[in-house]
T-cell receptor, first 114, second 117 residues
Framework: NAGVTQTPKFRVLKTGQSMTLLCAQDMNHEYMYWYRQDPGMGLRLIHYSVGEGTTAKGEVPDGYNVSRLKKQNFLLGLESAAPSQTSVYFC?????????????FGSGTRLTVV | AQKITQTQPGMFVQEKEAVTLDCTYDTSDPSYGLFWYKQPSSGEMIFLIYQGSYDQQNATEGRYSLNFQKARKSANLVISASQLGDSAMYFCAMREGWGNQGGKLIFGQGTELSVKP
């Protein structure tokens, strides 16, 4: 099925470890986004990309890095994980943000940092 | 900066009754889009309804309608004839920026709706 696929779905990290979350879309979307969801705070934008080779900071970028080397993939990296990064991470993509149905979300990655 | 506010952390509604979930927004951009998403306990984000800032009529999608009051900067979601399956977290969101500005979605804090049988 076409859509946004996030890998992995669950992960437990120790403080200080690094990891990369992969977001892959097969819809030829230009725009891609990484959000984190914490209780009572909704979804907050970490980083986003408006096309292959571009990235930009969102609302809460500290502690994260991203890369968009291929149009279909958007990678989110944690260089040195901290307990404050325990969260559910969502990736989304968009062909045209001006359209009502313009955003497609992945199913989320639940990350726990101990 | 643009902002979305949902002031109801949790709400209860009786099955088959209507319920309104509040959302207010703040932006200086004359062109914007407002979205509502449903997030059931399984975690996925489900698009419900959209209202463009220039749309003259309130958006409707089946049992969902959006009460858009532009002057008051509110975009409340109305769910008619609530069903048990409507129990979920609901998020209001606003699109920020166009083109190279990213078309980013800014989310409210969410409202957890519980439908009672």
């Amino acid at each position: 099925n076409a859509g946004v696929t996030q890998t992995p779905k669950f992960r437990v990290l120790k403080t200080g470890q690094s990891m990369t979350l992969l977001c892959a879309q097969d819809m030829n979307h230009e725009y891609m986004y990484w959000y984190r969801q914490d209780p009572g705070m909704g979804l907050r934008l970490i980083h986003y990309s408006v096309g292959e080779g571009t990235t930009a900071k969102g609302e809460v970028p500290d502690g994260y890095n991203v890369s968009r080397l291929k149009k279909q993939n958007f990678l989110l990296g944690l260089e040195s994980a901290a307990p404050s990064q325990t969260s559910v991470y969502f990736c989304a993509s968009s062909y045209s943000p001006s359209r009502p149905y313009g955003y497609t979300f992945g199913s989320g990655t639940r990350l726990t940092v101990v | 900066a643009q902002k979305i506010t949902q002031t109801q952390p949790g709400m209860f509604v009786q099955e088959k009754e209507a319920v309104t979930l509040d959302c207010t927004y703040d932006t200086s951009d004359p062109s914007y889009g407002l979205f509502w998403y449903k997030q059931p306990s399984s975690g996925e984000m489900i698009f419900l309804i959209y209202q463009g800032s220039y749309d003259q009529q309130n958006a409707t999608e089946g049992r969902y309608s959006l009460n858009f009051q532009k002057a008051r900067k509110s975009a409340n979601l109305v769910i008619s004839a609530s069903q048990l399956g409507d129990s979920a977290m609901y998020f209001c969101a606003m699109r920020e920026g166009w083109g190279n500005q990213g078309g980013k979605l800014i989310f409210g804090q969410g409202t957890e709706l519980s439908v009672k049988p």
